[in-house]
């Protein structure tokens, strides 16, 4: 079954509840477009659930509490049999959406279907889907221009797409954001070139940040859970020699921008996130899981108080 239409099936259930998850669907027209916190209520379980329609359906989301000496809050887990589908060919955020004054950062499987991102000749799973399914990290709803364009790229109608959209500075943007703790480690594996074929399955945990009063605010507080908070475990199949050498590569803590709320690195690049490091997007700590020979590599450190400045604890 194509990435799209297990979404799709995620966003029927949704849909069917969408008054008691606080979600909408404004609007007449062609392509549906559900707000699930611009200026829709939302919630936390409208963010688990937007969650793993950005996995596909590939992966389960589910709150629990953490560490509290990182994070004395809520935090969200993530685990997948399908990292590489899941994560990659999915939840990565990896297409800027720019219409006339109006951007957004699109992940969800519609990504699989326009298929013109890099890591796609690396992974492969494009599709030619009957409908798309794609998730806006954005302030605003976007206007049908944008949703028609996107729609063609997509290679489907206008009224075949389906967007759903939340914005940093929301409760379901903060929570789709802190399952990105997979996601990230896999995108950092592979522009480290590693094999990603060995990665069998994934879990991981992030503290779930608290909703900014901005969604400028609310892009630092949801990164900086993931930089400085964030723990995936891989379970992989290779030689214990290469595992150690990527994974001393693997946390946040390789880059040199490492050590700063994220807010003040993203104005340091102008607020443009494709000017960041892409070393720095990365778990905080990542453990390697060899399934081959039972051995544990872990790698980095958390760091509560970049977290607590952060947070505006």
């Keep these: 079954m194509h990435l799209n239409d297990r979404a799709q099936r995620l966003v029927n259930n949704l849909l069917a509840d969408a008054a008691a998850l606080g979600v909408a669907l404004p609007g007449d027209d062609p392509t549906p477009v559900i707000d699930c916190g611009v200026h829709a209520v939302g919630g936390l379980e409208a963010g688990r659930q937007l969650a793993e329609i950005c996995l596909a359906g590939l992966g389960r989301v589910e709150f629990g509490a953490g560490l509290a000496d990182v994070w004395q809050g809520p935090w969200v887990s993530v685990q997948t049999d399908h990292p590489v589908a899941a994560c990659l060919a999915s939840q990565y955020a990896g297409w800027a959406i720019g219409g006339k004054d109006y951007f957004a950062m699109g992940s969800g499987p519609m990504r699989a279907a326009y298929g013109k991102e890099e890591l796609f000749g690396n992974i492969g799973l494009r599709e030619t889907p009957s409908a798309a399914v794609g998730i806006l990290e954005a302030s605003a709803l976007p206007p049908q221009e944008v949703a028609t364009e996107i729609a063609t790229k997509c290679g489907v109608n206008a009224e075949a797409l389906t967007l759903l959209v939340a914005p940093t500075n929301s409760l379901a943007g903060c929570v789709q954001i802190a399952a990105r703790s997979v996601e990230t480690a896999m995108h950092k ?55 150690a050498k990527v994974g001393a590569e693997l946390p946040s803590s390789s880059s040199a921008d490492h050590g700063r709320p994220f807010a003040e690195i993203f104005k340091a690049y102008n607020h443009d996130f494709y000017k960041v490091d892409k070393l720095l997007f990365s778990p905080a700590v990542v453990t390697l899981n060899n399934l081959d020979t039972g051995r544990v590599h872990r790698f980095g450190r958390f760091e509560p108080a970049v977290l607590k400045q952060s947070f505006g604890v």
């Design 189 to 243: 594996l592979h522009e480290l070139k590693f094999d990603l074929t060995r990665v069998v399955s994934g879990w991981g945990t992030a503290p779930l940040p608290p909703v900014a009063k901005n969604a400028l605010a609310g892009i630092g507080r949801t990164n900086d859970a993931i930089l400085y908070g964030a723990h995936a475990v891989l379970y992989v199949r290779d030689d214990d020699d290469t595992l």
